[in-house]
């Protein structure tokens, strides 16, 4: 079965450094997104992106983090200067084809990386 | 008006039993409602989904029960079993523009013991 894939599974990094989290969407599917979860706390979206741009953003998605699909495959989430409170579980997911409502709405989340701001 | 509101926090039940979790929304817009279950250090993974024009749908063991005019549904666990142990958020999506994100409801973390 088909899977979304996420690489590092965890990462530390000290405070104010550059860190980029890497996905592997399902083949077909055409929407991308990120979540975090802070520990314990509840999954919140952070950007969803679609036709090579950004479809919406939250709150958390300020200017210091930044996605991009550099090649047909791949899905990154760049945090540019990273700060305490970035530490959390980021959560990729992607939703399907252009095949009905029901594709694009069914969301499948990869593994997530853990990410260790020091 | 975002906000999914998810109750209880935590929920002990033995193997059989049927926990039931109930979540609850305002935003009218609303128009599809997941289930995830999440076990430790692992991603959601998806259970069940209803539309509100469903009042209810089972998929084996796991039924949602929704009511429209009170913006409440629930998941039922029947003959629950110790591998059921896990977190299991409600999510929403607004059917408004082509976006799918969803909002998650804080979590129910369910605990079947043999």
């Known amino acids: 079965e088909p899977e979304v894939t996420q690489t590092p599974s965890h990462q530390v990094t000290q405070m104010g450094q550059e860190v980029i989290l890497r996905c592997v969407p399902i083949s077909n599917h055409l929407y991308f997104y990120w979540y975090r979860q802070i520990l314990g706390q509840k999954v919140e979206f952070l950007v969803s992106?679609?036709?090579?741009?950004?479809?919406?953003k939250s709150e958390i998605f300020d200017d210091q983090f930044s996605v991009e699909r550099p090649d047909g495959s791949n899905f990154t989430l760049k945090i540019r200067s990273t700060k305490l409170e970035d530490s959390a579980m980021y959560f990729c997911?992607?939703?399907?084809?252009?095949?009905?409502?029901?594709?694009?709405?069914?969301?499948?989340f990869g593994p997530g990386t853990r990410l260790l701001v020091l | 008006q975002q906000q999914v509101k998810q109750s209880p926090q935590s929920l002990i039940v033995q193997k059989g039993g049927i926990p039931i979790i109930n979540c609850a929304y305002e935003n009218t817009a609303f128009d599809y409602f997941p289930w995830y279950q999440q076990f430790p250090g692992k991603g959601p993974a998806l259970l069940i989904a209803?539309?509100?024009?469903?009042s209810e749908k089972k998929e084996g063991r796991f039924t949602i029960s929704f009511n429209k005019s009170a913006k409440q549904f629930s998941l039922h666990i029947m003959d629950s079993q110790p591998g059921d142990s896990a977190t299991y958020f409600c999510a929403a999506k607004d059917s408004g523009g082509s976006n799918y994100k969803l909002t998650f409801g804080k979590g129910t973390l369910l605990t079947v013991n043999p």
């Open positions: 997911a992607s939703s399907g084809p252009n095949r009905g409502q029901g594709a694009k709405e069914t969301q499948y």
């Open positions: 992106f679609y036709n090579n741009e950004i479809s919406e």
């Open positions: 209803i539309r509100p024009d469903v």
